[in-house]
């Protein structure tokens, strides 16, 4: 098929696989679990006690609200598939803009504008914070490749991880420079991967749980109980505290199944391909992969250690022998929740029972690599879509015009890109350098922009279809509705359960929120100024309402 351009001048390049994989990269099921399953571990509810049990329940609750929210993403993208670039903030417009009543249309453009806003709170800091976990995750395998000595205390140092951040930025910004195919690529070679190397760690976590029962106490196991017992209690509700806790923790893992709706410029038939895309995504990755991985590292945990490691399975000198109390750590609850990266202490530790400490190592290096990779994936997929939503904005004269500036060969928003480099690389900077204060507060900011931007889409979803036609009442007032619930508080229990910890849990929420109120602010005095100056009413009047897109 030739390849065609949009009337933006973007190629359009992508079909449904193309869609489904750029999606599919920014949820980096693989990357999300070494980088979140410390923190889902060590979580606690106000009393103190673990929730950690309820680790799987909780991607459950999370991916309902997910879906609720891809669902009505779906449905927009199908009703307007001329939204190319803009995504949400084209829907935003268009939702009060269809509408027969003057007086409902005047309040397009101030929805636009909240949602252009939740957005870029959403889409242009997380980046930054992807390009702080690539830094930390660098500093770990060069730690694990080094052991003690002069390297490692380099690595260890600020400096050196502030230049990977940066470094890091400039190497996605110059994939993206390059346009969404070369892109596609890459997502689509890091997908493949990084699910092998998924399905391979489960499918050996899951092997130690059933060959160790004679080894390891039933009671021992972090999900106690027989082979049936311990799989029931990993995928079982233990409280509803520690289901809510985890829910919001596991939201952070799922976010990007929309990213594709900002590709409709680039894609062949955006009507068809870009709602499927949505579901298609978040079914693959958080449905399959998400729910296969977390039953499989839970399975595997033990209470504390030493333990046998079973015959046959020895670690270090010979089969059989029992572990040494930092092999049993490692496989640990508690060592979980302390160390920077889990996943790669249990695949040396259940990799290593199987075939010997040295093949333990080499199988975490090259998941390890899986998870760099990954990363890369989920930070290209995140600066695509938040330059193409900034240069749909500056189309319409809603932010500046360098924004909406296309490159003259590969027609990719390049003047958006170079900004976003810039901005990643400060946000990665500052979240490395702070430490895990300024790195949550950061990641928290981002979610809050997810959670707002999210709710805002299931809103609109009811003004776009309630009154028509082809109204229904589940797909366009049910679902939408209990998205907007769902979204709203899931935003209101992280913020809230943090200020409830107090310490180092109520700094990190409330830096995030001065955060999302300084990004407000400018946004607001800029949406005042340059209405003034373009003479363009923030609620025109209903006799002077706009009747299409951009006006």
């Known amino acids: 098929m030739a390849e065609q351009s949009s ?25 999300f679990l070494w980088i979140t399953f410390a923190l889902q571990a060590a979580s606690a509810d106000t009393a103190g006690t673990s929730t950690a049990k309820d680790m799987w329940p909780g991607i459950v609750a999370a991916l309902i609200v997910a879906f609720l929210t891809a669902l009505s993403f779906g449905e927009l993208a199908h009703r307007y598939p001329d939204a190319g670039a803009g995504s949400s903030y084209y829907f935003a417009e268009k939702a009060f803009i269809d509408r027969e009543e003057p007086a409902h249309r005047r309040w397009a453009r101030l929805a636009k504008f ?64 390059r346009g969404i195919s070369g892109s596609t690529n890459v997502a689509l070679a890091i997908n493949i991967i990084q699910l092998v190397a998924l399905v391979l760690f489960s499918i050996l976590a899951i092997a130690f749980r059933v060959i160790n029962p004679l080894h ?21 509700p233990h409280t509803l505290s520690g289901l809510l806790i985890q829910s919001t923790i596991a939201i952070l893992i799922l976010v990007g199944f929309e990213s594709s709706t900002a590709l409709g410029a680039e894609a062949k038939n955006p009507k068809r391909d870009i709602p499927r895309g949505v579901i298609l995504s978040l079914i693959i990755q958080g449905l399959f992969a998400y729910l296969f991985e977390y039953f499989a590292a839970n399975y595997a945990l033990i209470q504390q250690g030493p333990y046998a490691l079973g015959v046959g399975l020895g670690y270090g000198a010979s089969a059989g022998t029992v572990g040494t109390p930092a092999v049993a750590e490692s496989l640990g609850i508690s060592a979980a929740g302390l160390s920077s990266a889990p996943l790669g202490d249990m695949i040396k530790q259940i990799a290593g029972a199987f075939f010997g400490a040295n093949i333990g190592f080499i199988m975490m290096i090259i998941i390890a690599v899986t998870v760099i990779i990954a990363v890369l994936g989920t930070t290209l997929s995140a600066m695509n879509t938040g330059v193409r939503i900034s240069f749909a904005m500056a189309q319409d004269k809603e932010m500046p015009d360098l924004l909406g500036m296309l490159h003259p060969k590969h027609a990719t928003p390049h003047m958006g890109i170079i900004l976003m480099v810039i901005v990643s690389a400060i946000i990665g900077s500052i979240g490395v350098a702070g430490g ?115 006006d």
């Not at 933006?8 to 920014?26: F, S, Y």
């Not at 000595?149 to 994939?175: E, K, M, N, R, T």
């Open 7 to 31: 009337p933006t001048g973007m190629k359009k390049t992508l079909g449904l696989t193309g869609i489904t994989v750029n999606a599919m990269a920014l949820i980096a099921p693989g990357a």
């Open 114 to 177: 909240l949602t252009g806003w939740a957005a870029h709170l959403f889409y242009w800091v997380y980046p930054g914070v992807m390009v702080a976990f690539f830094a930390t995750l660098i500093v770990y395998v060069v730690q694990q490749l080094a052991g003690p000595g002069p390297v490692y205390d380099f690595i260890s140092s600020p400096i050196p991880q502030i230049g990977v951040a940066i470094l890091f930025s400039i190497i996605v910004g110059a994939i993206a420079w």
């Open 436 to 550: 895990v204060v300024t790195l949550s507060a950061i990641t928290y900011a981002s979610n809050l922009g997810t959670f707002i931007l999210y709710a805002l889409i299931c809103g609109l979803t009811i003004v776009a279809f309630l009154g028509r036609a082809d109204f229904n009442v589940l797909r366009h007032m049910i679902i939408p509705v209990l998205g907007v619930i769902t979204n709203v508080g899931l935003a209101l229990a992280i913020f809230v359960l943090n200020f409830q910890f107090g310490g180092v849990a109520a700094q990190e929420a409330a830096i995030a929120l001065g955060i999302a109120g300084v990004w407000l602010a400018i946004s607001v005095l800029y949406f005042v100024v340059n209405s003034r100056v373009s003479g363009r009413d923030i609620v025109p009047k209903i006799n002077s309402v706009a009747v299409g897109a951009g």
């Open 216 to 236: 390891v106490a039933p009671g021992d196991w972090y999900h106690v109980g027989t082979l049936t017992q311990g799989g029931l209690s990993a995928i079982t």
